[in-house]
């Protein structure tokens, strides 16, 4: 549980207000599990019969399907993975939102490239953890966090910060640190991350260092 005297400090407080989690996968689960520790009034939504489903329910959910739990919740995070994200925004998310409903993504693909759109009447943010669903949700049981990117794309209420970094709070964020960012730039240079550092570089590098020593004479193994 978070210390209560801290909630003062970061702005939009979600203690007791509903939020919908879309998707019970690595970050899905940390996500609700933490913010229902947290004093959050969290609704799972998931596909029925899912594995998602199945687990949520063992976690002590009552899981629902994704447009049941949207249309009564005033943050909606869409925690499914991007390719299925369009679809699902278009056909039960966006006709069930409730008016004024804030609309959370962990990392902005679908918004940055215009996959989705969401309208403007909504809040739009991000909260992006830099680490993976476990780990966010095991650093928040031992009593610290994980550092947190959070942006603001729409600002319809004109907290829509202070609605990011009250959810960043409720995962633990703030314990580790926040750091204010938009989608182009999460989306952006967590791609490059990725396939330009990670899955290119780092492996071109291993390579090149290989070759650079077994030219210089030493044995392969």
């Not at 899905?28 to 009034?41: E, I, Y």
């Amino acid at each position: 549980m978070l210390d209560e005297n801290a909630k003062s400090h970061v702005g939009f407080d979600w203690s007791g207000r509903r939020v919908a989690i879309v998707g019970y996968g690595s970050q899905g689960r940390a996500h609700a599990l933490n913010l229902r520790d947290s004093g959050v009034d969290v609704v799972v939504g998931a596909r029925v019969d899912g594995p998602g489903w199945a687990r949520a329910t063992e976690d002590g959910f009552q899981p629902q399907s994704v447009g049941a739990a949207v249309c009564e919740a005033e943050l909606v995070a869409i925690l499914t993975p991007d390719l299925a994200q369009p679809k699902l925004f278009l056909e039960e998310i966006q006709p069930n939102l409730a008016d004024g409903a804030t609309v959370l993504f962990a990392h902005g693909f679908c918004v940055r490239f215009g996959f989705i759109e969401v309208p403007t009447a909504h809040d739009l943010i991000m909260v992006a953890p830099k680490a993976p669903g476990p780990l966010v949700r095991r650093e928040f049981e031992r009593g610290f966090g994980v550092p947190c990117l959070v942006a603001c794309e729409n600002d319809a209420s004109g907290r829509g910060v202070e609605k990011a970094r009250g959810y960043a709070h409720c995962l633990g964020g703030t314990r580790a640190g926040l750091v204010e960012t938009d989608f182009a730039e999460e989306t952006e240079t967590d791609l490059f991350g990725e396939q330009a550092v990670l899955c290119g570089g780092v492996t071109e590098l291993i390579a090149a260092g290989f070759e650079t020593l077994t030219e210089a004479g030493y044995r392969p193994e």
